[in-house]
């Protein structure tokens, strides 16, 4: 939150701040997404990710990715190369090359305990694991009045080679439009990309003219009316944000202009709007 908070000090937009706050994510190995990652059946991480402008609906994601630090800066090299929406595998890691971000070799993602996180899932003969060091997410309103959303993640534990969720589709894990809201949601994410759940939250407060906090709600309700299990961060232009999960605990956190940032664990640790 920091980060994103400097970068917009610093003049940055949305976008930049977004980028800003996940990279360190990103960076950190107690987190699902870059190093640290959720490991797949075969023992390597493959990454997904998203990001999107609010103001012009520009996006871009990556999905499978192998060899690139930060995955959310390969997904805006895609948005702001703007050719495509979506890439992925090793044509989204020739793309990294090309654009000169900083590569690294797989293992450098791996660590100690995702190693045994998926030798426990293969032992117990799982499908899949997921645990509660999960997907990150951001979603940033700035001084224009323009919101961004992110999303960066791992997947989950002793997926199959090639397994995409939803933090890479937009309208599913990841959506930003600065008539409505801003989401990332994280959760099982085979459920989120049925429901389309970040552009519900959007449909909801457009066509239902449902608050911020009733949309997050019915969203997440619906998911879990179709046996998902989840939660998602939002953010609509008048500052508003809303926490929506199904699960006893979510790690969130809010910073607000003039005010130090707060953070929290359980469902009901914090306020779900301003």
């Known amino acids: 939150m920091l980060a994103a908070e400097a ?18 994510l990103e960076d ?12 797949t059946h075969e023992g390597r991480a493959e990454l997904d990710a998203a ?9 871009g994601s990556v999905a499978g990715v192998t060899t690139v630090r930060n995955p959310i800066s390969l997904a805006r090299a895609v948005m702001t190369d703007g ?13 990294a090359a090309e654009q000169k971000l900083e590569l690294v070799p797989n293992d450098y993602f791996v660590t100690p305990e995702r190693v045994k996180q998926l030798e426990e899932a293969q032992r117990e003969k799982a499908a899949f694991k997921i645990d509660k060091y999960g997907t990150v997410g951001v979603v940033v309103l700035d001084q224009a009045g323009n919101l961004a959303a992110g999303t ?21 894990g990841t959506y930003a439009d600065n008539a409505s809201c801003g989401v990332s949601a994280t959760g099982s994410g085979e459920y989120f990309i049925r429901a389309t759940a970040a ?37 609509d232009r008048e500052g508003n944000y809303a926490f929506a999960l199904n699960t006893p605990g979510m790690y969130r956190g809010v910073l607000l202009a003039g005010q130090p940032p707060q953070t929290f664990i359980f469902k009901d640790d914090a306020p779900t709007t301003k």
């Open 51 to 59: 990001i999107m402008d609010g103001a012009t609906l520009a996006a």
């Open 199 to 235: 552009r519900s939250v959007c449909a909801r407060m457009e066509f239902g003219k449902l608050s911020l906090k009733e949309a997050a709600d019915a969203t997440i309700a619906h998911i879990g009316k179709i046996g998902g299990d989840g939660g998602l961060i939002a953010l």
């Open 152 to 172: 960066s993640t791992g997947g989950i534990a002793n997926k199959r080679f090639g397994r995409v969720g939803d933090s890479p589709i937009i309208g599913a």
């Open 83 to 95: 050719r495509h929406v979506m890439m992925q595998g090793a044509g989204a890691d020739a793309f």
């Open 7 to 24: 970068r917009l000090k610093a003049g940055g937009t949305a976008v930049d701040a977004v980028e800003a706050a996940l990279r360190p």
């Open 28 to 39: 950190s190995p107690l987190f699902n997404a870059g190093r640290g990652a959720a490991l």
